[in-house]
């Protein structure tokens, strides 16, 4: 560590955008580390200040670096900002920065290094499927718990908690027809968690589009969107995920790229921007980008047709902050949902707070994490719902944790498992995950 | 001063974790809402409970090391600018509401409590409380109290020292003291009125009895656009001279105008000189019958278009606009003064020409948002400070506008406090003889100077001495606590 | 002391409004020994500077409705008579504020402000006291509930020190917060803290209308009910008032205001919040009056709103325990006067102000003695325990280190 300026000249975080600030302070309330600490390096406005004394000399210091790893990137900041200030394009670059030119602990490499050998490769996820499904099914969990280890070891207690209850497995064709007249041709992107925890909402997802007259392609040989990447700073490793799913997707020849995680759709948005100095890719991501859809919104945007049979329940919209605060999407669901006859939809209170997953966030910080998921639980939990909606399985897995946790119980779907329900007519028992 | 030995005290009194000494840490503590002004206090504090801060404060009387309370850091004039030799003592961390007392009609709040959840607290029960400063969604009732904050509603309600009946402070020699509580009228000198607005110059609250608002049965707004500012004015002046007290009366010009809608798309009537926003409150009877001749006097003062609000979600609409003006004014310039001058409301159309007029001679754009029913003026002086000699010519006309307050009998201050920023002004509006009076207040609190020192006095009296003339340096100038502008 | 240099110096500032004190001129039993009456602030300043340079005691003095209220003065060389300043300075109507002299009734002062259909809304127990002794003994009314007290109606002050500076804080306009807000210390100061020659405050409109409803109940306790009800629904009270008489049923009186099309939907409301025999009527002529009359023992109690109905009971407890008649009148919103007549047993009385006071204390609230026979009154602990006590000392000591202004009517004996 070096008394040098904290920042280099290679994507810094821009100053004009920095200077866009007026110290208002009206993030702080939506700050989800600032309502757990109350301390001003931890809010979006301290951090933009953090910023702005690095782009001025100061230097990159552990304590620096502390503050800026502790930010949740939900954004929320961005939606209650009166004065425009682009925190997320902000932070991101100011992640990156980190990534490049700050030391870690060992520990911290090696958790990270972990994490990101394994959570962006399917493939390898699904070589943990086996053993997690026989440690869930065996005594050994039990006998695990009993121990108290975890206890010792919150990083540990915290992988082990949030890990969902596996199924069966998915497989997809490459091509699926549309029921009925065609509507448009879309790509669908399989995700990597998605694809091996929770392949279920992706064949909701198919089947769903299908319904409402979608042709879907799923380009085989998709990998990584490159979203935990590129919200950890590692922007070589995202842009070459990045690149890899443009290819593919042009190849498949789609009008639209639908995503039904909303870490995956918001980064997926931003390929312009990750790609703006590539030779050959800048035109092409701008392009790409255009293209990307929340399943909420082509849904909303093309229109219903396809028939909702009633599902008599009463349900919660949980907003994921990507789709949300960095996507702005929060109509759509809501009207998707709206329009499943016999199902009521409560509000959860302080909606715009998150609920502590923000991608690898709780893997990383366990304590924060769960005090914010448990915040969550709590809110989820008093509106007397029977099931949570939601539309990230980052959220899923860290809500169906705390609630757990709390002694509760509620069944959990992803929005587009409800419609899916509906329109094939049948109930909603919600995704296998444990304990619920 | 002694920086590492009163920073392990302070540990050892209240917590490693809570006491700050790295410089990015304490960097971000180094201004509150009004950021042109910096300055890098040598320790940050983040006590949780009322001992913490009582430990904190007594650990610098007996250092003789200065200290400087912030909440929420979203003040207006500098009032939590950090002591460069001082601890900052900070009261995020103590925000439990102790106490939602609704059959008294009362909150026991701890100073980072924030305002608006006050309100949230209360409503289930029919309650809110009163005060709505533009940041009530952030700034704390500690800080409320500091500077007697008052907000869109004070016009009908009042500001906060009309709502705080008791108070539990840390004095500024380390001593806990109870003012007031939850009954009105506590015998003897009312040191309450005098600590609230005190600006933290007389101790640090560490506990805040407010009083809470039966919820009013019918609350109606409506939102008029106007072809100038005289014509708003107009409008105003007939409401008020019906006999009419509104709730609030808000009026913004073209220029905050686009801002509002640049940051929150409030969506206000195009081409508009000027809008009023005007919210009755009360007995629903009383309402309706006054409402009608609020909309009939901006139709007769020439409001070109009226939307009433339907519901409680157009209502936040109106508001929106008003609320974001400060922070979107950012879009529309890269640096701003805003102002906080108050002028009879009778003086307004006069005011608002002349300082028409002053922007122009001084080449400088005005932004006006302000409270129309009690004359509370923010004017947002607009400059680049990219372009040579802008920012100088937007701090005379600041100075000027304020002259021009004055000259009208107004004040400097309506409600964002003199902080550090207008103590200069203060010899505008007081002789030396009144602001010496009022530093004898002080100096029964703070004898030894050690509370939020060079704050609202452009000279501070050493406590003990002859009222009289000064010559040479001012011993607490010599101590580095002051400085004279 | 020289009585004749004194006399003289005195003299030189206001000529012939200067004489020895005589007979009548005794403040609550204390013989002065000087009596002057300046005619503007400047004056008063110069006559201060005089009284400083002499080391006399100051005592300042307005209609005298309130002389023989808190302690008797320890001791009083000068009496500074304040009606001569008297008069509406401004009242800028289309601004809703007034600047009025302190020596000015306010009789006076609401005749002026209602030929343009303003008001301060402020009741006035005595209407002919003076704004000046109103605000240095915060005296309020029923219609506190709405409108609240000098506290909130005050805006500016005008005072002179001890040492014979005038100073001012405040100003002209309601919204202000430059500086300290030296109106509210001096609020309530009984003269302690300076002499206050000039106020500005905040007027309302006139009323368009009225109603009254009131009703009789059997006791203090369902009498607070019904009150606090009303209090607490959405039909905005301008007063709601409990009388207690030593003996006999209890009435309780609510005032509501506003434009004539609302009131009849409003004072329905009232009426069915108090129940089978609320009937609509005018104002008795004991509204907004004490309880207690010349001579007679006088307390102020204040209480939180639920301790409205135990204070009453307790009154009517102790009056028949003590044997003294007690009669309560006041706000429900807690601030109730206590009477008890003037040859009361001063032993009784004063376990009756021991046990009121406790009681008062468990409602977070206070019992002060205001008036009665001066006798009575040094026998009695008459303000009680105050918090802040040492804050206060100190502010006096600031303000008047010779302790000169009022000497021994004030907490802790200041």
Known sequence: MTDAPAFDDHHPPSLELVEDCVHCGFCLPTCPTYSLWGEEMDSPRGRIYLMETGLAGEPMTDTMVQHFDACLGCMACVTACPSGVQYDKLIEATRAQVERRHTRTAVERLLRGTIFALFPYPRRLRLLRGPLRLYQRSGLEKALRRTGILDRTPRLAALESLAPRLGRNVKFPERIAASGPKRAVVGMLLGCVQREFFPEVNAATARVLRAEGCEVVVPKGQGCCGALSVHNGREAEAQRFARAVIDCFDEAGVTFVVVNAAGCGSVMKEYADLLADEPGYAERAKAFASRVRDISEILVELGPVAVRHPLPMVAAYHDACHLAHAQGVRSQPRQLLAGIPGLEVREIADPEICCGSAGIYNVLYPEPARELGDRKAAAVLATGAELLVTANPGCLMQVASSIQRQGGSIAMAHTVEVLDASIRGVSIAGSPHKGV | ?485 | MNDGAVLDDLSKVADDRVRPAGADDSIDGVPPGYVARPSSTDETAELLRVAAHHGLSVVAKGSGTKQDWANPPSRVDLVLDTTAMAGVVEHAAGDLITIVRAGTTMTDLQSALASADQQLALDAPFPSATVGGTVATNSSGPRRVLYGTLRDLLIGITFVRADGVVAKAGGRVVKNVAGYDFGKLLTGSYGTLGVITEVALRCHPLPTTQRVVSIDVPDGEVAADLALGVLRSQVVPSAVEVHQPAAGPVTVIVLIEGVESGLGARADAVRELLGAGAAIGDLPDSFGHYPFGSGDLGLKITTTLTGVGPILSAAQNLGHRHDVPIAVRGSVAGVLYAAMPADSDPVAAARVLAEMRALAATYDGTVVVLTGPVETRRALDVWGPISGLDLMRRLKDQLDPDHRLSPGRFVGGI
């Open chain 2, 1 to 485: 001063m002694d920086v590492q030995g009163l920073a392990q005290q302070l540990r050892e009194a209240i917590g490693d974790e809570k006491v700050l000494t790295d410089r990015a840490q304490l960097r971000t503590y180094e201004c509150d809402g009004l950021a042109v002004y910096k300055v890098m206090p040598a320790i940050v504090t983040l006590p949780e409970t009322a001992g913490q801060v009582q430990a904190v404060v007594r650990a610098c009387v007996e250092a003789k090391v200065p200290f400087v309370a912030r909440g929420s850091g979203t003040g207006l004039s500098g009032g939590a600018l950090p002591h460069a030799d001082g601890v900052l003592i900070v009261t995020s961390k103590l925000r439990s509401i102790l106490e939602l007392d609704a059959d008294n009609e009362r909150a026991v709040l701890e100073p980072g409590v924030v305002n608006l959840d006050v309100t949230r607290a209360a409503a289930p029960y029919g309650y809110y409380y009163a005060p709505d400063p533009s940041s009530q969604q952030i700034c704390s009732i500690g800080g409320n109290v500091a500077e007697n904050s008052g907000g869109a509603h004070c016009l009908k309600y009042g500001f906060t020292t009309n709502h705080v009946t008791g108070a539990r402070l840390v004095s500024p020699d380390g001593a806990a003291v109870q003012l007031g509580g939850k009954a009105p009228d506590p015998p003897g000198y009312d040191l309450l009125g005098a600590f609230v607005g005190s600006e933290g110059t007389l101790g640090i609250a560490t506990e805040v009895t407010v009083r809470l608002m039966r919820a009013p049965e019918s609350v109606r707004t409506l939102l008029a656009a106007f072809g100038s500012t005289d014509d708003a004015g107009a409008a105003v002046s007939a409401i008020i001279g019906a006999g009419v007290i509104p709730a609030a009366i808000e009026m913004m010009d073209a220029l905050a105008i686009d801002a509002a809608e640049a940051a929150v798309r409030c969506n206000y009537p195009k081409g508009a000189g000027a809008v009023l926003i005007v919210e009755l409150d009360g007995p629903a009877s009383e309402v309706e019958a006054q409402f009608e001749q609020v909309e009939a006097h901006c139709r007769t003062a020439g409001a070109f278009e009226i939307r009433i609000a339907a519901d409680n979600a157009e209502r936040a609409l109106f508001w929106k606009g008003r609320k974001s003006a400060f922070a979107a004014v950012g879009r529309i310039s890269p640096a701003y003064i805003v102002q906080d001058g108050v002028i009879p409301r009778t003086a307004l159309p006069e005011v608002l020409r002349r300082m028409a007029e002053l922007a122009t001679e001084h080449g400088v754009r005005v932004a006006n948002v302000f409270h129309a029913g009690d004359g509370n003026l923010h004017p947002l002086v607009l400059f680049d400070d990219a372009v040579e000699g802008e920012a100088e010519r937007a701090e005379e006309l600041s100075g000027a506008i304020l002259d021009l307050c004055i000259e009208h009998g107004g004040s400097i201050t309506g409600e964002h406090g003199v902080g550090m920023d207008k103590a200069k002004h203060m010899p505008r509006m007081y002789t030396d003889d009144d602001l010496d009076t009022m530093q004898l207040l002080r100096c029964a609190f703070d004898p030894h100077h050690l509370s939020n020192p060079g704050k609202i006095f452009p000279t501070p009296r050493l406590c003990g001495e002859v009222p009289g003339r000064h010559t040479g340096a001012h011993p607490l100038q010599e101590q580095g606590l002051a400085e004279v502008f």
